[in-house]
């Protein structure tokens, strides 16, 4: 489902920004949408840092048959804490997790179970707060937080300036690809407010126009 915000956003960006302008025209029909659950979106990120596409997809469906075999043929299966935290490290392992992946979902998982992460409260926390407690779990830094706000949160105006996309996005369309800091990123994007993450969005459509899906 398209988020509410999302035409809005379109007609604001494409008034103040040219570069967004074209791009937006180009990929009319696609959008942000949310896929999965918090704690399954927050796993599946885990166990796909530092690999590519292809290991991560592989090593996901082992870990998905390993603590939710009854889910394993859905495209996006639901993973619950309770079934990560009580699963054997063996049989984690076994599915490719290395052993600091493993200990990072088990974190994850008892974050969930003791309550320090509660999706029902997000609502009323700002980005920063939100990001504050998601890196509190072992694993999680900034950039895979601010990564699940845009893609599970749909927070509208996230700028995760740390993203190498973005980088080469903003370089190609903005410097003739000279590569720039943050705080250049920073300054071109106050015209995008309270829209950055869906500037941010049509700005990796222009690298790759397929989405990525969280």
């Given at each position: ?11 604001a ?21 949310r ?70 979902l ?46 599970h949160?749909?927070?509208?105006d ?14 190609l ?23 950055r993450?869906?500037?941010?969005w ?13």
């Amino acid at each position: 489902m398209k988020p509410a915000y999302w035409d809005e956003a379109k007609a604001a960006l494409a008034r103040r920004d040219r570069v967004l302008k074209k791009l937006i025209g180009r990929y009319p029909d696609v959008h942000l949408q949310r896929r999965s659950d918090p704690f399954t979106t927050l796993a599946r990120a885990i166990v796909g840092q530092q690999i590519s596409v292809k290991a991560a997809d592989t090593i996901w469906q082992r870990f998905v048959a390993a603590v939710a075999p009854a889910h394993r043929t859905r495209a996006f299966p639901r993973i619950v804490p309770d079934a990560v935290a009580a699963a054997p490290v063996d049989a984690l392992r076994g599915c490719g997790l290395s052993q600091r992946k493993t200990e990072y979902l088990s974190d994850l998982a008892n974050h969930f179970i003791a309550g320090r992460l509660q999706p029902r409260r997000w609502k009323a926390m700002d980005d920063e707060a939100l990001i504050a407690a998601l890196v509190d779990v072992k694993g999680i830094g900034r950039w895979t937080a601010e990564m699940f706000l845009i893609f599970h949160e749909l927070r509208p105006d996230v700028l995760p300036v740390d993203d190498i996309g973005l980088q080469r996005a903003v370089a190609l369309h903005y410097h003739r690809g000279e590569w720039v800091e943050a705080a250049a990123i920073r300054a071109l994007a106050v015209r995008w407010q309270p829209w950055r993450s869906v500037a941010t969005w049509y700005l990796w459509r222009s690298l790759d126009p397929v989405p990525v899906e969280y």
